[in-house]
């Protein structure tokens, strides 16, 4: 039987899972950046993406995903058994909404459609600005405007010889 989103078996949709999480979240002072559901070969996983201005900690991980397990066990919607991650997005993160964006305009990004456009479904593009759902984007020597919307899936492609310039001092 190929593979339901984990959703649906949970009782639950994703944005009542994201407000459970969110709050949970916030009190370690951090900042909710995304939830992943997928079906894994015998139990669902439940990945959530934190952040904080200085950076999430293990630390950071560790507590959240403590008080997650406690939160998530006494939800009754809530399925016993499962795998939960908790983790930062990572350099090359994951956008999860618009307004994520706002700090990587001028960054170079893997753009997955949800359909092609110019027969393209993925690509690699630099962010020129985003206001609101809309992305304004170069792509080579063109320029496309597109809607959050239509995106499969968006990463940040970092760039690392610069973060070692910046780390270095250099």
Not at 15 to 23: A, D, M, Q, V, Y
Not at 34 to 43: A, D, H, P, W
Not at 114 to 123: E, G, L, P
Not at 138 to 166: A, Q, S, V
Request: proline share 3%; aromatic share 8%; with cysteine.
């Amino acid at each position: 039987m190929g593979h339901m989103p984990c959703f649906c078996i949970w009782n639950m949709e994703k944005e009542r899972i994201k407000e459970i999480i969110e709050p949970i979240v916030n009190d370690h002072g951090c900042d909710f950046w995304g939830l992943e559901i997928s079906q894994g070969k015998n139990i669902p996983t439940l990945r959530v993406f934190i952040d904080a201005i200085n950076g999430a900690t293990i630390d950071d991980c560790e507590n959240i995903s403590r008080d997650l397990n406690l939160e998530l066990s006494v939800d009754s919607d809530f399925i016993d058994d499962y795998v939960l991650e908790v983790s930062t997005p990572g350099l090359d993160r994951k956008f999860f909404y618009s307004y994520q964006l706002n700090d990587f305009v001028g960054k170079t990004l893997k753009i997955k459609l949800k359909d092609k456009i110019n027969d393209k479904k993925t690509f690699k593009a630099i962010l020129k600005s985003v206001e609101n759902d809309s992305l304004e984007l170069n792509i080579g020597k063109e320029e496309l405007t597109i809607d959050f919307g239509i995106i499969d899936m968006c990463k940040l492609m970092p760039n690392y010889k610069e973060i070692l310039r910046e780390k270095n001092g250099r």
